[in-house]
């Protein structure tokens, strides 16, 4: 006994002088936060900047980001990057408010824009909804708006009252059967934003893989608290497309499924009348160069160009650097923590990507020359 008593007396001795040596300092990184560390590459590779898009593009992604006569500045942008058209996705429905949005943008440039509408999310449990909804969507089109979008879930629904706990209308519900029957009549797609990164679906720790990119979006604390879990949002999406074969539906941000795309692919297999945009998903798509250029193969003619982050050229120019090109270790517009590697595509598929998918998908897109 007093021999394990005097070893653990040396044991404890030794972990005290080592807590007592100075630890070698790290210099800046003892105090630098996290959020703050933006490491520069060091590393010496061929680099491809690209100014304008290999063919004509059209932004199937996009939003009311500037109105006026800031409207004149966007056309130039995309004049310089071959840019033909941009897709507005206004979430703004009837004559007041989407009209004003419609004479802003086709008023001064009907070539350069198209026009998306919302469905009227208005007394959702008024026993006339569904006819209203329906008529809201007949509306839009007699108006100039050519689809519906963008339609975002992320677990609570549309129209509900989150300050009364009211959940709102997920996109499957029988109360939308109309709307979505009548838009998939008028040949106006359905661009949909459903549940969210995956990262955002587990709690915030040091092992959260997006890390500060992805705190402002993670709803973890939130799930079965008025949001339902990712897996449930994403099935109200499948059970509408499958519901409504004759509606086209666009899945936004790679259906949500950047992560997975053989799920993704899967998906696309089982329903022909639902599609994807790549909106805001270059720092998913960048870091799987060799996945991602099998999937853009695969399934070329589903595939949407999109960007979602606002009129400018060097965010268009990181896109196209990233779909054109096969530089390594570069930096995506919507970047991650990490770095990003180009996907290289094939010609053909590049050009059903920028235009060809949507000048067949969606109605009125005209000509794509200046």
């Known amino acids: 006994m007093r021999v394990q008593i005097l070893c653990a007396a040396f044991i404890l001795a030794l972990c005290s002088t080592a807590a007592a040596l100075p630890r070698e300092s790290l210099g800046v990184f003892d105090t630098l936060k996290l959020k703050n560390f933006q490491p520069e590459s060091r590393l010496q590779v061929p680099e491809h900047p690209i100014v304008r898009a290999r063919y004509p593009v059209i932004d199937s992604h996009s939003h009311t980001y500037l109105r006026g006569e800031e409207i004149h500045r966007w056309v130039r942008m995309m004049k310089a990057c071959n840019v033909r058209?941009?897709?507005?996705?206004?979430?703004?429905?009837?004559?007041?408010?989407?009209?004003?949005?419609?004479?802003?943008?086709?008023?001064?440039?009907?070539?350069?824009?198209?026009?998306?509408?919302?469905i009227d999310d208005r007394g959702i449990d008024e026993p006339d909804y569904p006819e209203r909804a329906a008529r809201s969507v007949e509306e839009a089109y007699r108006l100039g708006a050519r689809g519906i979008g963008e339609y975002k879930d992320m677990g609570w629904g549309f129209g509900g009252d989150r300050k009364k706990g009211r959940k709102g209308l997920n996109i499957d519900d029988p109360r939308w059967d109309l709307a979505l029957e009548t838009a998939g009549r008028l040949g106006m797609p359905i661009s949909i934003h459903t549940a969210d990164m995956e990262d955002c679906y587990y709690p915030l720790t040091a092992t959260s893989e997006l890390g500060v990119s992805g705190a402002p979006w993670n709803v973890y604390e939130r799930i079965g608290k008025g949001v339902m879990?990712?897996?449930?949002?994403?099935?109200?999406?499948?059970r509408a497309v499958q519901k409504h074969p004759n509606t086209i539906f666009i899945g936004c941000h790679v259906g949500n499924l950047s992560h997975d795309l053989n799920e993704l692919g899967r998906l696309l297999e089982q329903y022909p009348n639902f599609n994807i945009d790549i909106s805001a998903r270059a720092w998913d798509l960048g870091r799987q160069p060799f996945t991602a250029r099998r999937f853009f193969i695969r399934y070329q003619d589903r595939i949407l160009f999109g960007t979602d982050l606002g009129p400018d050229e060097e965010m268009y120019r990181g896109w196209f650097r990233l779909l054109e090109t096969e530089d390594e270790f570069f930096r995506v517009p919507d970047a991650a923590w990490w770095m990003n590697y180009g996907l290289n595509l094939p010609d053909e598929v590049l050009r059903k990507v920028y235009y060809g998918n949507a000048v067949r998908l969606f109605k009125d897109m005209g000509t794509i020359s200046w």
């Open 85 to 118: 058209k941009v897709v507005i996705l206004t979430g703004a429905y009837g004559e007041g408010t989407l009209g004003e949005i419609i004479e802003d943008y086709l008023g001064k440039y009907p070539n350069h824009f198209q026009i998306w509408a919302k």
């Open 229 to 238: 879990p990712r897996a449930e949002v994403l099935n109200t999406r499948n």
